[in-house]
T-cell receptor
Framework: QKEVEQDPGPLSVPEGAIVSLNCTYSNSAFQYFMWYRQYSRKGPELLMYTYSSGNKEDGRFTAQVDKSSKYISLFIRDSQPSDSATYLCAMLAGGYNKLIFGAGTRLAVHP | DARVTQTPRHKVTEMGQEVTMRCQPILGHNTVFWYRQTMMQGLELLAYFRNRAPLDDSGMPKDRFSAEMPDATLATLKIQPSEPRDSAVYFC???????????FGSGTRLTVV
């Protein structure tokens, strides 16, 4: 079993839809949770960062962390074609530890 | 904007040749990661450094891969000898050990024929 599980999709939604992306994890030591967006043939770019449990909102994006369930989510409101990309969750235990990625979910938002 | 610089962007080489990839982390960042990305395996962690010291390289095939940080402005990843199965995109990322996210470079797309 992988430390971080993420459905690779693909996920196809119409423009304006609310998108929900999720990851589950097994390592209870994870404290830092991130979402990266990766466009085709580009490097991942940091989208959202959360420490411990709770919600964080940034424009159309909301990140949620539920440590009790070992489950994190990214919501995209009013999705746009420019949101079409692969979304990767990533986690870190803190201290001298590795940044571990999920497999990434490919999202397509069609006009 | 500060960025992580990777060179070369693309590399095509013959099997058995040595390949060296370079990364210039963002000035002031003390943590550097090397990842390999393929369609099948996604992003795999190869090695990472903190304050130039290697902390974990368990993801690297030791017989052919090596990673170093000769100084704070340069990280290198070498493959010798290269094999077709090494074909992938190799990313470098840097950040601070506070855990507040990491910035990725644009990657080196390696093709071994």
């Amino acid at each position: 079993q992988k430390e971080v599980e993420q459905d690779p999709g693909p996920l196809s939604v119409p423009e304006g839809a609310i998108v929900s992306l999720n990851c589950t994890y097994s390592n209870s030591a994870f404290q830092y949770f991130m979402w990266y967006r990766q466009y085709s043939r580009k490097g991942p770019e940091l989208l959202m960062y959360t420490y411990s449990s709770g919600n964080k909102e940034d424009g159309r994006f909301t990140a949620q962390v539920d440590k009790s369930s070992k489950y994190i989510s990214l919501f995209i409101r009013d999705s746009q074609p420019s949101d079409s990309a692969t979304y990767l969750c990533a986690m870190l235990a803190g201290g001298y530890n590795k940044l571990i990625f999920g497999a990434g979910t490919r999202l397509a938002v069609h006009p | 904007d500060a960025r992580v610089t990777q060179t070369p962007r693309h590399k095509v080489t013959e099997m058995g040749q040595e390949v060296t990839m370079r990364c210039q982390p963002i000035l002031g960042h003390n943590t550097v990661f090397w990842y390999r990305q393929t369609m099948m395996q996604g992003l795999e962690l190869l090695a990472y450094f903190r304050n130039r010291a290697p902390l974990d390289d368990s993801g690297m095939p030791k017989d052919r891969f090596s990673a170093e940080m000769p100084d704070a402005t340069l990280a290198t990843l070498k493959i010798q000898p290269s094999e077709p199965r090494d074909s992938a995109v190799y990313f470098c990322a840097s950040g601070l050990d506070t855990g507040y996210g990491y910035t990725f470079g644009s990657g080196t797309r390696l093709t071994v024929v």
